[in-house]
Each structure stands twice: as C-alpha cells, then as structure tokens.
C-alpha cells in the first residue's frame, strides 16, 4: 500500500523539472557526472503484510514520484539530443495492478512528471554501468545504506569489467545530498503552499481534540479525534507518532498517545500533526483537562509562552540559528528561579542558570529544528567553516528568508523533593511551526490558540455545547 497514491495537489512537473535543473547545474560546477538517488525500500511489517510505502523524500524532491521501486538518474554531461534525466520505474502489469493498484509505467510516468526519458526498473543494472562509464565522478547518497552502497559497488564492477574494451569507471564517488540538501532548505512557493495546508489541517485537529477533551478520557480517544481530522482532510498520514500525554505522562519527552486518563487537575500535551502530499506540519499545545488551569499549571505555561514569544521574535533572516534558543533559554531560566523551581540561593542569577545549565533539568531540549518533507527536516545547523566555539563547533548557521523551522520551548518539572510540591509533574510544550521572512517569521499554525485566556475560553464554550 502506497499511502501517498492520491495527492491533494495535480503534480507540479515545472517545480520537479527546474530542481533536477539546479541539481545538474550543481554537478556541472564540481566538475561534472552523473547522480543516482532512489526512492526508498518497501519494508515488511509482518509476513505478507508491508508497512505502508513512503517514498524517499530526496527522490521525492526531484521527481514528484510516489511509487516504490524507482530511481532518478542526472546525467550532468549528457550531449545534445541525450536524455539528462532518466528515471527508471515498474512496468504497467494487469495482474500487480488488481491486487495493488494503478502503476504509471515508464512511458506515462516520463510523460506526466516531464523526465526525458523512463525504463523499467529491471533494466537498471543492465543501464547505471553504460550511463556511468567515462564519466568523471558518481554523485550518490555515499554511505547512508549499506544496500546502497552494494548496489554501487556492482554497477563500478560491472564498468571495470569492461576495461578492455576501453572504458573507465568514475573515479570519484561523492555525496549528493548535501547538494539537495541546501536547496530543501529554503522552501519554494510550491512547498510552502503545501505546508501551509498541512499546518492548517493540523491546527484545525488540535482545535477539534480541544474542544473533545473531557476529564475522564482516555489519551487514545484524545489521539482519534486527531487522525480522524487528518484523514477528514486528505492528510495521508501523520508526520510522526502522536504524542498525546495526560498529566505525569507529558514529562516523557516521546510519550506515544497511551490509555492513560486525563483526569480533573491534568494538563494534557498534544504534539501531533499531519503530513501532506510528502510535507510535515508539528505542532504541539498544552491545555487542562477541565478546560481550567490551575494557578501553578498557568504561572508554568505563561512562562513557556513568553519564552515562546522571544524566540518568535528571534527568528528572522540573518540571524543565528541559535538566537530563538538563547532567547528561549533566557525566559525560561528566569521563570525557574521566580518560581523556585531553581533555588536562587543555590544559583544565584539567570546569567548562572544558563552558565551552569542548571535550566537542562526541566527544558532538556532544543528550541526548534528544520521542518519540510522530514518533520526534522534536512539541511546543516551549522555554517560549513568559520572560527569554531569553546567545544570545537563550527559557528551556527544564519537563518535565510524561505527557510521553515519549529519554535518549540516547554518546560517538564517531574516530582522532586528539591522542587516546590505544586509544580510537581507539570509539563509544558507550545509548538508552532514557523516561515522566515525578511523582517521576521510567519507562523503557519496559529489557526489554533496559545494564550490559555484564548484556550480557556474555547474549552468553556465546547464544554457549553
Ligand atoms: N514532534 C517532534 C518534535 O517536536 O520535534
Ligand atoms: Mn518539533
Ligand atoms: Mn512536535
């Protein structure tokens, strides 16, 4: 099964096109050759059963292609009249087809997604050993599966076996994705419409498990109403395991949605969203069972929100990628001395909390990451090369308008003796997914409130339904 089978979207073939276009550009100026990127295996559940396919978004990226068993070859130094981009796929088959459904077949597939040219898949190894032959270098996803890397090493034999008759296996093998890589990063209109939708689609989930929630569910009836509005939608599937955490629960980092009570008193965390024709959204909020915080749950929340708001308003172009975590950072550790949490007579000021990473025992993680086909998505943190910090890393990488990321502060106070007893348990995350622009960021999914007025507010009129 295939669950991208059905787009929401018709297929961009310009957008793919003009990609493969920049991705051949880019191998023409390291001196040319040929790329191989394939789409990603299909995986067995258990006996007959698969997982469902997802494709590889790299392949994704450059073909708009959902169907397992496919690989792009670019020829950089293809001459006139040869075809540049090739892609090899399954063949039409009748039988296949009644049990799995429609496949292209290469001749439709060039066609609909604008290749030059299309084989069956099994003509594959016969095929990468000519197109590769005398050419300067293979450009592949170099040690990132050891399938991969086989399947390279028999195409590379296979040319030097021909030796005699006077042709030359690449010389050099080099990484592709870190090419496709710095494009995906900067997101063009084409994603960010579909990443739109998505977050949209998710915001609209959130609101709905909000406005479900009741003290006495269970977190997996919670998680229903979400899947439920992801499909209702045309989402294909979440982006990644849902998170749906009643009370203590919230303070597990990556607690899969379970069949914990969310009782009066609890706060419940959801950190769930969808993905879109091959696009992720994540979001998380955190709101009361009852549809009332209590007085220590809402002093821990305005926290995590005004935390929340420095890093938004951290996050522009030309700033350092670091700069919303700092800004984050710097609330947050505040808050904790404020409320006790952090004992000021032991750490003395907010500059020692941070010094001392005293703040990493209740916000453990970091503020946001790249978001795009991967939830986590592509693309380095860090700049290539510049002077490097105290611990030898490279300095943080400038955000750039197009860029997409998570703000995502929270805070997670588990039972301690150390720690003022009214706070004990409460976890806390506001997540919003965000666009840099030039002057600042936009974010994608506040279709669904923050501010626990506003959530309050919503929870009393659900509850009035
Ligand atoms: N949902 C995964 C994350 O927030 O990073
Ligand atoms: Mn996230
Ligand atoms: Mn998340």
Redesign the pocket.
Known sequence: MNFLSELASPIAVDVYRNRRERVLAALRAQGGGVAIVSTAPEVMRNRDTDYPFRHDSYFYYLTGFTEPEATLVLNANARDGEPASILFCREKNAERETWEGFRFGPEAARDAFGLDAAHPIAALDEQVPRLIADQPALFYSLGTSAEIDAQVRGWLAAVRAQGRSGVRAPSKALHLLPIIDEMRLVKDAHEVAIMRRAASISAEAHLRAMRACRPGMREYEIEAELLYTFRRHGAQAPA?GS?VAAGANACVLHYPAGNAIARDGDLILI?A?CELDGYAS?I?RTFPASGRFTPAQRELYDIVLAAQAAAIGATRAGASFDAPHQAAVKVLSQGLLDTGIIDKTKVGSVDDVIAERAYMRFYMHRTG?WIGMD??DAGEYREADGPRDEEGARPWRRLAAGNML?V?PGLYVRAAEDVPERYWNIGIRI?DDALVTATGCELLTREVPVAADEIEALMRESASN
């Open positions: 990644y998170i950190d969203a994540d998380t990451h939830v986590h998570t995502e997540e």
